[in-house]
């Protein structure tokens, strides 16, 4: 056993160990091993402990538990238990007429013992609100009294009282039954195998938890690979990204298509693209012409000339300066002053002395500038002026600052923001990126000029060339349109709409599919976490369990099982009913049997086949023969065991029953007088004092006191109606009629159950008694020799009087109730009868064949046993009763 569990799975190997330490498994256990499973399941590292070596040695251990109360029942059928329901006792009958509340124990029990077929177990139907049911029971386990508190579930410690009643004798009869004992190594098994069940439950609930929430594929995109991709997501699919990838390229792919498949003149939609496309091409044109125009290079050259003409600037206000030194102003030198010179020159020679050269110095000449005539100071300073200007220095300043301005001329202006907005809009670019793009470009472009306009050297153009990332968009955005030209080309011809529309299809799941990627991947991640439980609940398979239990059982239970079944035939009687018991089958480690008709040559039910009272006695033995096997000292519950068993069955059922408690406890709820009399008749013959619990009629579940005619001893009978009744009818009395007339009826009423009891036990020294098929002669007979005609007299005579209350009454002539004064004179007359009889017992019947000798009075009369019993003792049992003379006659008389 020790190598077979070497090769199970790890956490079964666990759950073994675990079951052979501590006996069960703890909800930490199953945590644990559920912890492993999942772990073996993917391959994982995992902590587990094999079975110690010899640890399977270990022997089954009976411990004898014994119920004792039953208290607190609350929200059970209509139950009313206000006091203990004690059971301490080996034997206990628990008697009750019918809705006094028996069966609602009996279901009570079944639920708390954990036992098959338990039905449903309501509270009060009469009742709008219920209570939460509840129930404590105490019982002895070994010599240890304990109790616990039943709330709805099983109590493990009640698990090995066995219950008896009708359904559970249809399962043992027409259904396969799972052996209920079991050594411990079958037993260990049987464990295993719930173990499993319990860890398969936990892998399957911890599955029905991951619900798909997969959203439905759209009906209309079908056809499509993305609907094909969808339905076959695994926990395997590794190519998501790929798959529900939605880029901005595939939204404007899907705009165009669809815009084509919209367009009503694919023609004139063509004639546009192209037309949008020539703009754009000049606006790429342009922007590469501002891009060579402040190319490194021209700027460079910008600058040599603007070194060349400061410099020649420089040289010529140097000789500038040398002319004018003395001059009393300064800044002669600056570019103002020759501007201010020309303008001179120009009003002179235009307005003030047109036919005289610049600068007139002639006689009488003004300054055209602050028209005063010039002394000749003045006339010499104009003439050096006028030689400065038109000097060679000064000519080849002029001639390299006029070149600079051409060059600056030729710096092409940049369009603002508002210009550039004009022409993209024109153009028809509505891409924010590519307008960004231009935008930037034209604004670094602009600054590149602005630098170059106002740096003197290379390193101080700081701002670089933009990058030509718009002239690459803008160029793609051309073959775009140029493309789409084209492809409206092909739209006006009316030949591809049918793969348009499916590429929409196709591009339009994609985009439900990228919506949708969450999910997805939920889905994915659920699909992989189904897997990996599925993959651990095969580990939890009972096959390997059951066929090594049904290894075992073969030998370990099977025949011992048949064979206790046979013996508990032939306990109960059963001699003529041909049955046998056989093992059926073996399913999920447990191993089934059923009983089967014997000699058969047709199939059939066995049910169909047995009276119900055969089928009850054969269910009966089946229960006897399973719970006996397991050895241990469990109560065993009867509810009602003899129902449609005839006095045959009835008799040997009680025997069992009563032998039963020698080893265990046994509890009886019948209904039955019967079977009360015969449960006490054999207890006392084996010497067991039986514990007697009577349910009221009237409150149901509630105990109340033993019925009088239930009391053995006629003389504690009445002293109970001396010292407890009449005192009730006496304070009756003094509330007035109605009070007094309800407690003297039922006061009569049970005198009258009195006088019966005492003809039977007192006159006939119990020779005969009801609800009991024999006559007991041994040590009893001789007191009838004892009665005499005063006897008979007083018997009948109270008898007569108090038969009469249970009759009803004429209204014109009522016999009233007797007072309490004369109850008590009547029940102390009886009360001293009693003792007289008592006193003078111990005479014999002489009986010679089938006659006997009777005393009646002062003559011994010879007669027949009939005479005896039919002229002796009107008042009997209701029932046949037997007698045999010593001469081995034997008489059936029905009294």
């Given at each position: 056993?020790?190598?077979?569990?070497?090769?199970?799975?790890?956490?079964?190997?666990?759950?073994?160990?675990?079951?052979?330490?501590?006996?069960?498994?703890?909800?930490?256990?199953?945590?644990?091993?559920?912890?492993?499973?999942?772990?073996?399941?993917?391959?994982?590292?995992?902590?587990?402990?094999?079975?110690?070596?010899?640890?399977?040695?270990?022997?089954?251990?009976?411990?004898?538990?014994?119920?004792?109360?039953?208290?607190?029942?609350?929200?059970?059928?209509?139950?009313?238990?206000?006091?203990?329901?004690?059971?301490?006792?080996?034997?206990?009958?628990?008697?009750?007429?019918?809705?006094?509340?028996?069966?609602?124990?009996?279901?009570?029990?079944?639920?708390?013992?954990?036992?098959?077929?338990?039905?449903?177990?309501?509270?009060?139907?009469?009742?709008?609100?219920?209570?939460?049911?509840?129930?404590?029971?105490?019982?002895?386990?070994?010599?240890?009294?304990?109790?616990?508190?039943?709330?709805?579930?099983?109590?493990?410690?009640?698990?090995?009282?066995?219950?008896?009643?009708?359904?559970?004798?249809?399962?043992?009869?027409?259904?396969?039954?799972?052996?209920?004992?079991?050594?411990?190594?079958?037993?260990?098994?049987?464990?295993?195998?719930?173990?499993?069940?319990?860890?398969?439950?936990?892998?399957?609930?911890?599955?029905?938890?991951?619900?798909?929430?997969?959203?439905?594929?759209?009906?209309?995109?079908?056809?499509?690979?993305?609907?094909?991709?969808?339905?076959?997501?695994?926990?395997?699919?590794?190519?998501?990204?790929?798959?529900?990838?939605?880029?901005?390229?595939?939204?404007?792919?899907?705009?165009?298509?669809?815009?084509?498949?919209?367009?009503?003149?694919?023609?004139?939609?063509?004639?546009?693209?192209?037309?949008?496309?020539?703009?754009?091409?000049?606006?790429?044109?342009?922007?590469?012409?501002?891009?060579?125009?402040?190319?490194?290079?021209?700027?460079?050259?910008?600058?040599?000339?603007?070194?060349?003409?400061?410099?020649?600037?420089?040289?010529?206000?140097?000789?500038?300066?040398?002319?004018?030194?003395?001059?009393?102003?300064?800044?002669?030198d600056s570019p103002s002053w020759p501007l201010l010179w020309e303008a001179a020159r120009k009003y002179s020679q235009e307005q003030a002395y047109k036919t005289v050269s610049f600068p007139n110095v002639a006689e009488n000449a003004r300054c055209v500038l602050c028209q005063r005539k010039l002394d000749?100071?003045?006339?010499?300073?104009?003439?050096?002026?006028?030689?400065?200007?038109?000097?060679?220095?000064?000519?080849?300043?002029?001639?390299?600052?006029?070149?600079?301005?051409?060059?600056?001329?030729?710096?092409?202006?940049?369009?603002?923001?508002?210009?550039?907005?004009?022409?993209?809009?024109?153009?028809?670019?509505?891409?924010?990126?590519?307008?960004?793009?231009?935008?930037?470009?034209?604004?670094?472009?602009?600054?590149?000029?602005?630098?170059?306009?106002?740096?003197?050297?290379?390193?101080?153009?700081?701002?670089?060339?933009?990058?030509?990332?718009?002239?690459?968009?803008?160029?793609?955005?051309?073959?775009?349109?140029?493309?789409?030209?084209?492809?409206?080309?092909?739209?006006?011809?009316?030949?591809?709409?049918?793969?348009?529309?499916?590429?929409?299809?196709?591009?339009?799941?994609?985009?439900?599919?990228?919506?949708?990627?969450?999910?997805?991947?939920?889905?994915?991640?659920?699909?992989?976490?189904?897997?990996?439980?599925?993959?651990?609940?095969?580990?939890?398979?009972?096959?390997?369990?059951?066929?090594?239990?049904?290894?075992?059982?073969?030998?370990?239970?099977?025949?011992?099982?048949?064979?206790?079944?046979?013996?508990?035939?032939?306990?109960?009687?059963?001699?003529?009913?041909?049955?046998?018991?056989?093992?059926?089958?073996?399913?999920?480690?447990?191993?089934?049997?059923?009983?089967?008709?014997?000699?058969?040559?047709?199939?059939?039910?066995?049910?169909?086949?047995?009276?119900?009272?055969?089928?009850?006695i054969i269910s009966l033995a089946a229960f006897l023969a399973d719970a006996e096997g397991r050895g241990a000292y469990t109560p065993f519950i009867f509810d009602d065991p003899i129902s449609s068993l005839d006095q045959v069955y009835e008799e040997a059922t009680a025997q069992r029953l009563v032998k039963?408690?020698?080893?265990?406890?046994?509890?009886?709820?019948?209904?039955?007088?019967?079977?009360?009399?015969?449960?006490?008749?054999?207890?006392?013959?084996?010497?067991?004092?039986?514990?007697?619990?009577?349910?009221?009629?009237?409150?149901?579940?509630?105990?109340?006191?033993?019925?009088?005619?239930?009391?053995?001893?006629?003389?504690?009978?009445?002293?109970?109606?001396?010292?407890?009744?009449?005192?009730?009818?006496?304070?009756?009395?003094?509330?007035?009629?109605?009070?007094?007339?309800?407690?003297?009826?039922?006061?009569?009423?049970?005198?009258?159950?009195?006088?019966?009891?005492?003809?039977?036990?007192?006159?006939?020294?119990?020779?005969?008694?009801?609800?009991?098929?024999?006559?007991?002669?041994?040590?009893?007979?001789?007191?009838?020799?004892?009665?005499?005609?005063?006897?008979?007299?007083?018997?009948?005579?109270?008898?007569?009087?108090?038969?009469?209350?249970?009759?009803?009454?004429?209204?014109?002539?009522?016999?009233?109730?007797?007072?309490?004064?004369?109850?008590?004179?009547?029940?102390?007359?009886?009360?001293?009868?009693?003792?007289?009889?008592?006193?003078?017992?111990?005479?014999?019947?002489?009986?010679?064949?089938?006659?006997?000798?009777?005393?009646?009075?002062?003559?011994?009369?010879?007669?027949?046993?009939?005479?005896?019993?039919?002229?002796?003792?009107?008042?009997?049992?209701?029932?046949?009763?037997?007698?045999?003379?010593?001469?081995?006659?034997?008489?059936?008389?029905?009294?």
């Amino acid at each position: 056993m020790e190598a077979w569990f070497k090769n199970r799975p790890k956490w079964l190997q666990d759950a073994a160990r675990r079951l052979v330490q501590n006996e069960t498994l703890f909800e930490q256990d199953y945590i644990d091993l559920y912890t492993i499973c999942l772990a073996e399941a993917t391959n994982q590292a995992c902590n587990f402990s094999g079975l110690t070596p010899g640890v399977l040695g270990i022997h089954d251990t009976k411990k004898s538990i014994r119920l004792e109360t039953i208290t607190d029942v609350q929200g059970v059928n209509a139950l009313c238990l206000s006091k203990p329901l004690e059971f301490n006792s080996p034997l206990c009958i628990v008697y009750g007429r019918n809705g006094a509340g028996k069966s609602g124990y009996v279901r009570l029990l079944k639920h708390a013992c954990g036992k098959r077929c338990p039905g449903e177990l309501l509270p009060d139907v009469f009742k709008a609100d219920s209570q939460p049911q509840s129930a404590k029971f105490t019982f002895t386990e070994d010599t240890k009294i304990k109790s616990s508190q039943w709330t709805g579930n099983a109590l493990p410690e009640l698990g090995g009282v066995d219950v008896y009643d009708t359904a559970c004798g249809l399962v043992y009869v027409n259904e396969e039954n799972e052996v209920t004992f079991e050594p411990w190594l079958l037993r260990f098994f049987t464990q295993l195998t719930s173990t499993c069940g319990e860890l398969n439950k936990r892998i399957q609930s911890q599955i029905a938890t991951l619900v798909s929430k997969k959203p439905n594929f759209p009906v209309q995109f079908a056809t499509t690979p993305a609907a094909t991709w969808y339905a076959n997501i695994s926990p395997k699919t590794d190519n998501l990204e790929s798959e529900t990838s939605w880029r901005p390229d595939h939204e404007a792919k899907l705009a165009d298509i669809n815009k084509r498949l919209a367009e009503a003149d694919p023609t004139g939609k063509a004639a546009e693209f192209r037309r949008q496309k020539t703009a754009i091409m000049k606006l790429l044109t342009d922007l590469k012409s501002l891009y060579e125009s402040f190319a490194e290079a021209k700027c460079n050259s910008y600058l040599q000339m603007k070194a060349e003409a400061k410099a020649k600037r420089t040289a010529a206000n140097e000789d500038a300066k040398k002319a004018f030194d003395k001059a009393p102003l300064t800044g002669i030198d600056s570019p103002s002053w020759p501007l201010l010179w020309e303008a001179a020159r120009k009003y002179s020679q235009e307005q003030a002395y047109k036919t005289v050269s610049f600068p007139n110095v002639a006689e009488n000449a003004r300054c055209v500038l602050c028209q005063r005539k010039l002394d000749q100071e003045s006339k010499d300073r104009f003439m050096s002026f006028e030689k400065f200007i038109k000097g060679e220095l000064q000519c080849l300043a002029k001639e390299a600052e006029d070149g600079l301005q051409r060059i600056t001329n030729l710096f092409p202006n940049i369009q603002t923001f508002d210009g550039l907005s004009t022409i993209m809009a024109a153009a028809g670019i509505t891409d924010e990126s590519i307008k960004v793009l231009i935008t930037n470009f034209a604004a670094a472009l602009e600054e590149r000029k602005q630098k170059c306009l106002s740096a003197g050297i290379p390193e101080e153009i700081n701002t670089p060339l933009p990058p030509c990332d718009v002239c690459d968009r803008l160029e793609t955005l051309c073959i775009e349109l140029e493309k789409q030209a084209a492809d409206c080309d092909e739209d006006a011809k009316g030949q591809n709409r049918p793969q348009l529309e499916q590429k929409v299809k196709e591009l339009s799941a994609r985009k439900w599919l990228n919506q949708q990627r969450q999910a997805i991947e939920d889905e994915i991640a659920r699909l992989a976490a189904i897997e990996k439980l599925r993959m651990a609940n095969t580990l939890t398979n009972t096959t390997a369990l059951s066929r090594r239990k049904t290894e075992l059982s073969e030998e370990l239970i099977t025949n011992a099982y048949a064979e206790r079944f046979n013996t508990e035939l032939k306990n109960l009687k059963v001699e003529r009913i041909f049955v046998e018991l056989k093992r059926t089958k073996t399913a999920v480690g447990r191993v089934y049997h059923g009983i089967c008709l014997k000699n058969v040559k047709k199939n059939a039910k066995i049910a169909d086949i047995l009276s119900e009272g055969e089928f009850r006695i054969i269910s009966l033995a089946a229960f006897l023969a399973d719970a006996e096997g397991r050895g241990a000292y469990t109560p065993f519950i009867f509810d009602d065991p003899i129902s449609s068993l005839d006095q045959v069955y009835e008799e040997a059922t009680a025997q069992r029953l009563v032998k039963l408690s020698e080893s265990r406890q046994v509890i009886v709820f019948t209904h039955r007088l019967s079977l009360f009399g015969l449960l006490e008749k054999y207890a006392e013959k084996q010497k067991v004092t039986p514990k007697i619990i009577c349910l009221s009629q009237y409150a149901i579940g509630e105990i109340t006191d033993l019925p009088i005619n239930f009391k053995k001893k006629t003389e504690k009978f009445v002293h109970t109606l001396l010292n407890e009744r009449l005192a009730a009818a006496k304070k009756a009395f003094t509330q007035g009629d109605t009070a007094y007339e309800n407690e003297a009826k039922g006061l009569c009423h049970d005198i009258r159950v009195l006088i019966e009891r005492m003809v039977e036990k007192d006159l006939l020294n119990e020779v005969v008694q009801r609800f009991s098929p024999e006559v007991n002669t041994k040590g009893k007979i001789h007191a009838l020799a004892k009665i005499s005609e005063e006897d008979c007299n007083f018997i009948d005579e109270y008898m007569t009087k108090y038969s009469r209350y249970e009759h009803s009454q004429p209204d014109e002539a009522p016999i009233l109730l007797p007072q309490p004064d004369e109850i008590e004179t009547d029940l102390n007359a009886i009360k001293d009868f009693i003792k007289k009889i008592t006193d003078t017992r111990y005479s014999s019947f002489q009986s010679i064949g089938q006659f006997v000798w009777v005393t009646t009075g002062p003559t011994l009369q010879f007669c027949t046993l009939r005479t005896v019993f039919v002229r002796v003792f009107p008042i009997l049992c209701q029932s046949y009763v037997f007698w045999k003379t010593p001469g081995g006659r034997r008489f059936s008389v029905f009294c």
